[in-house]
């Protein structure tokens, strides 16, 4: 026997501890917390070994036991996941962390790791038997459920800033989704869609109003563990905007301890924002477990503008509990890490990913990242995504030149 299947027992809410079943469409608990999935681990002791997983596919879905959805006819799958983890041998001797290592989420369907919560998000919604779907995005995530909800086959109605990056509004409009623009933030998009969701009972596929895009977040998490032979890193450093990546990492990493898998401390969580858009680094800075509305908010990385996430508490929860910070880093220093790391590794990431070599710097400066540490930055997706980010005179030649 070497998968089990699904073991998914019910959702619970991690806020009143109210529980769920899993069999039904269910968004926020009624205490307005996101809900989170938990399975029968001790079922999947038996067949998730790590020789069994090794031996599977190479996709997200090789995590079977761990994942929600129960019936293999409704995954709907580009070839997700299972991203190269990659050591910057010479990005990390020069900020003083030779152990350093990137996971680059650049290389996987629609190139961001969007697509990871889409292809688990939507084959969950194929299998509640969902037909519409709608959702306010910063582009990546409706870039990625445009596409997974196009295979499978449901409706999906998209709202997006009309300063969102333009190649996504290309890709959901060309997956065939009911696309919207806004002159305004996500967080008006937000405020569309949740009318428009009440009036027609379509499915809120909104950042964490729906349990499953965790779930395939989280896959990230199992891979880091699995690539570096089920040995824990030190730290892991995390673009945050909605906060679900590092949520799920979190949630990945206590199920992978609970089997047995994985033995020692959790590496440390670090939240790593803009400056113009940073409410979780102020609400670390001032303790507190739930951060506040982040006003004005503005920043070249568009997948961490998000000036109030809902599961806020959950990626405290996630910083506090294992000894990481949260901090943020300036659009200059983003950009210059970005060029940084083209020039140094041959590694063009977006500006999300920039941010978190930025901080990395910053933080062993000041000597919370230690030189013996093994650090993985995880870069969410492909800078060739956003080819307006950088500006870059280029000298032009006649064509009866010679250099
Ligand atoms: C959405 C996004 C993020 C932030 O993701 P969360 O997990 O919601 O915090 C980071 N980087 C990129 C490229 C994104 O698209
Ligand atoms: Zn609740």
Redesign the pocket.
């Known amino acids: 026997m070497s998968s089990t299947g699904s073991t998914i027992s019910q959702l619970y ?1 991690p ?4 529980q769920f079943s899993a069999d039904e469409v269910h968004q926020l ?5 996101p809900l989170l999935v938990r399975y029968d681990l001790e079922r999947a002791k038996k067949t998730f070994t790590k020789e069994n997983i090794g031996s599977r596919e190479k996709s997200l879905w090789r995590y079977r036991e761990l994942l929600p959805v129960k019936d293999d006819e409704n995954i709907v799958s580009l070839g997700e996941g299972l991203t190269p983890i990659i050591p910057l041998k010479k990005a990390g001797s020069k900020a003083g962390i030779p152990k350093l290592l990137l996971k680059d989420e650049g290389i996987i369907p629609t190139g961001t790791f969007k697509a990871r919560g889409a292809a688990v998000g939507v084959s969950k919604a194929k299998e509640l038997n969902i037909k519409q779907l709608a959702m306010p995005t910063n582009g990546n995530a409706g870039a990625a459920w445009s596409i997974y909800s196009a295979r499978a086959g449901i409706r999906a109605t998209i709202i997006m800033p009309e300063d969102a990056p333009k190649i996504t509004r290309n890709e959901c409009a060309a997956a065939g989704a009911d696309l919207y623009l806004v002159k305004g933030l996500i967080s008006d998009c937000g405020k569309i869609v949740a009318a428009s969701i009440k009036k027609n009972g379509w499915y809120d596929a909104s950042t964490l109003k729906e349990p499953y895009r965790i779930e395939g977040k989280k896959t990230m998490g199992l891979e880091i563990a699995e690539q570096l032979g089920f040995t824990l890193p030190d730290a892991i450093l995390y673009p945050t905007g909605g906060g679900v990546g590092i949520i799920g990492i979190h949630k990945a990493l206590k199920e992978l301890k609970e089997l047995g898998l994985v033995e020692g401390e959790l590496p440390k969580l670090i939240a790593v924002q803009a400056k113009g858009c940073a409410p979780i680094v102020k609400a670390f800075d001032e303790g507190k477990k739930e951060s506040e509305f982040y006003p004005d908010s503005r920043t070249v990385a568009f997948g961490i503008n998000v000036p109030k996430a809902l599961g806020d508490f959950l990626v405290l929860d996630a910083v506090y509990e294992t000894g990481g910070r949260a901090v943020a880093v300036s659009d200059d220093e983003i950009l210059k890490a970005l060029k940084e790391l083209a020039e140094v590794e041959g590694s063009f990431v977006c500006p999300e990913g920039a941010a978190i070599y930025a901080a990395a710097k910053n933080l062993r400066e000041e000597g919370y990242l230690k030189e013996t540490d093994r650090v993985v930055l995880l870069n969410t997706g492909a800078g060739i995504k956003y080819p307006d980010t950088l500006s870059i005179e280029v000298p032009y030649l006649s064509k009866d030149a010679v250099l």
Not at 29 to 33: F, I, L, N, V
């Open positions: 809410c806020k009143c501890g109210k608990c009624d205490c307005g917390s």
